[in-house]
């Protein structure tokens, strides 16, 4: 059945002492309706930093992580991805404590994380050299208790669980990844692909690593939300025939990009769906036709450096920066930034 990584205990907290130092980036102009305060910069790269409060601003990763996926678990628990280890990580966002879940794999990258609190599972998606993965991994014992490769698969990103399937964006092809699950939300067989039709924008024939799907959530009536960073925009996709409509956006300075979406009810979080230091925060609507989205302001903050993907937990949004701008060494720091939420 796929890759089965042996495991360590790696379990025990490993208290981090928070970064004070910041390296500021100048933040981009004005978003729709939002002011954004630009702050000089100081030289050297970025570093995480914490203040006083019930809540940390920054969350430390490990140097040289290169994340790119994070999910919230149980309280403020969170899981984040590495695309040059294979490993994932785990912690609390509030205490900064960190340990691995999953030890690192040579070749091995992950990126979309989503967690199925039925299960206990946390899903990823991602590649192991060439070769594109979809894997569940049991967050009490770090266990792989699935790990399925995908035939011409190529570029696994995002994913997101329903009631009885997984969903995988492949933002090279013009499909969704799909693995059947049962009612507590344990996989049932291999993965299949669903063709995205209607109004889709299909991927060019060149050049070959073109960014098309990437992020995805599923909306309130159960059909699926994705984004394409190729284009921009935003697309509702009926869950069973793999049809997509346009979700038209109303205000604001229209969605030119996006990477991973975060949806708490019918609020939309894009993360770099306007700029590539902000979140775009849409509030959705249902027509006759389908589904809307109006535009109601960015997210930004000093620490944010192109981020990638988001999770909500204990009533804010927690966003991972990528940092795809700066070169990527063994010693490069990594964290999470935390914005309000709503």
């Known amino acids: 059945?796929?890759?089965?990584?042996?495991?360590?205990?790696g379990m025990t907290p490993i208290q981090e002492t928070p970064r004070n130092l910041l390296s500021r980036r100048a933040l981009i102009g004005l978003a729709a309706g939002a002011a954004l305060v630009p702050v000089g910069l100081s030289g050297g790269t970025a570093q995480a930093r914490s203040r006083v409060g019930p809540a940390p601003e920054t969350v430390a990763l490990p140097d040289g992580f290169r994340p790119e996926g994070i999910a919230s678990g149980p309280g403020t628990t969170y899981y984040a991805g590495s695309m040059r280890f294979g490993?994932?990580?785990?912690?609390?966002?509030?205490?900064?404590?960190?340990?691995?879940?999953?030890?690192?794999l040579t070749g091995?990258?992950?990126?979309?994380?989503?967690?199925?609190?039925?299960s206990g599972l946390l899903w990823a998606a991602g590649n192991v050299?060439?070769?594109?993965?979809?894997?569940?991994?049991d967050t009490t014992s770090g266990s792989v208790e699935y790990a399925e490769s995908v035939v011409g698969g190529g570029f696994h990103n995002d994913l997101v669980v329903t009631?009885?399937?997984v969903f995988v964006t492949d933002s090279r092809n013009d499909w969704l990844v799909v693995v059947p699950l049962d009612v507590g939300g344990f996989p049932v067989g291999d993965p299949d692909t669903l063709a995205l039709s209607g109004a889709w924008p299909a991927s060019p024939p060149s050049p070959p690593n073109t960014t098309n799907a990437n992020g995805i959530r599923e909306l309130p009536?159960?059909?699926?939300?994705?984004?394409?960073?190729r284009v921009g925009g935003l697309w509702q996709v009926n869950a069973t025939t793999g049809v997509a409509t346009t979700v038209p956006v109303q205000g604001g300075p229209g969605i030119i990009g996006g990477d991973g979406l975060e949806i708490d009810g019918t609020i939309l979080y894009n993360v770099r769906g306007s700029g590539?230091?902000?979140?775009s925060v849409l509030l959705l609507g249902q027509s006759g036709t389908g589904w809307t989205a109006k535009w109601a302001g960015a997210?930004?903050?000093?620490?944010?450096?192109?981020?990638?993907?988001a999770a909500l937990a204990g009533g804010w949004l927690w966003v991972i920066n990528a940092r795809f701008s700066t070169l990527p060494v063994l010693d490069t720091p990594y964290w999470i930034t935390r914005l309000p939420a709503k």
């Open 1 to 9: 059945m796929g890759e089965r990584s042996a495991q360590n205990d």
């Open 87 to 104: 490993s994932i990580v785990t912690g609390d966002l509030l205490t900064g404590s960190r340990s691995e879940l999953l030890p690192a």
């Open 108 to 118: 091995r990258a992950i990126r979309g994380l989503y967690y199925d609190d039925r």
């Open 129 to 137: 050299s060439t070769v594109q993965y979809v894997w569940a991994i």
């Open 163 to 165: 009631a009885d399937r």
């Open 221 to 229: 009536d159960g059909s699926l939300v994705l984004n394409n960073s």
């Open 276 to 279: 590539p230091n902000q979140v």
């Open 299 to 309: 997210r930004t903050e000093e620490t944010l450096d192109v981020p990638s993907t």
